[in-house]
């Protein structure tokens, strides 16, 4: 007993590990992490500052593939660049998609009355939808946002109408061509019958 409360008289002031000055009832340092009345480190001692990024010591845990990482990172919502769209390009890309929109819906009409119909489709929206399918490709091929529409762009609805309408007038075109496709093989076929028939 009286050598424990020597030990603690005597460094009341400083730490005999470190050296570090104490308060005068401290029995504990918290520099080194040496108890005063046990006379024994509780922690320690690590010089420099502590990397909880670095590599673990044991080669056996770093490398196992299943072992749990030492600090998680909360993900960063990340906006690139590309998601940003200047104001005119944005009002551009809304009379382009507001007319891609249309298109399905004037092809219907057309194949509806073909016959009345057909020369206004051969000279003026044809070529319109042309124009407006080469414009879109340009656009696309300028603005990443356009390809690939970001969540976290503030553009993101005005991107996700310009794809819908792309699809659309890609889906038109196609089924208008097979559509056109068919009415020429069937009266084709129609035609070669009937001659083959007349002359039997």
């Known amino acids: 007993m009286s050598t424990l409360s020597s030990v603690t008289e005597s460094s009341s002031k400083r730490c005999p590990s470190c050296g570090v000055e104490l308060a005068a009832g401290a029995v504990l340092c918290i520099q080194c992490g040496y108890h005063l ?13 502590d990397d909880t990024n670095a590599a673990p010591a044991d080669p056996t845990f770093a490398s196992n593939p299943y072992a749990a990482p030492r600090t998680v990172t909360p993900p960063v919502a990340f906006i690139d660049p590309s998601a940003e769209l200047p104001d005119s390009i944005v009002r551009a890309v809304r009379g382009i998609s507001r007319d891609g929109g249309l298109l ?6 057309g194949m509806c009355v073909c016959q009345f119909t057909l020369p206004l489709i ?3 929206v044809f070529p319109w939808s042309i124009g407006r399918l ?3 490709q340009r656009l696309r091929q300028r603005f990443l946002l356009l390809r690939q529409p970001n969540s976290l762009s503030p553009h993101y609805e005005v991107a ?3 794809q819908s309408a792309w699809q659309r007038c890609w889906l038109t075109f196609g089924a208008c061509a097979l559509l ?14 009937s001659e083959f028939f007349g002359r039997g």
């Open 180 to 193: 056109w496709i068919v009415i020429i093989v069937t009266q084709l076929w129609f035609n070669w019958m």
């Open 37 to 49: 009345v046990h006379g024994r480190h509780l922690a320690l001692v690590y010089d420099g500052d």
């Open 134 to 136: 080469i414009q879109m």
């Open 122 to 124: 051969l000279v003026v």
């Open 160 to 162: 996700m109408a310009f």
């Open 104 to 109: 399905p819906w004037m092809a219907l009409f």
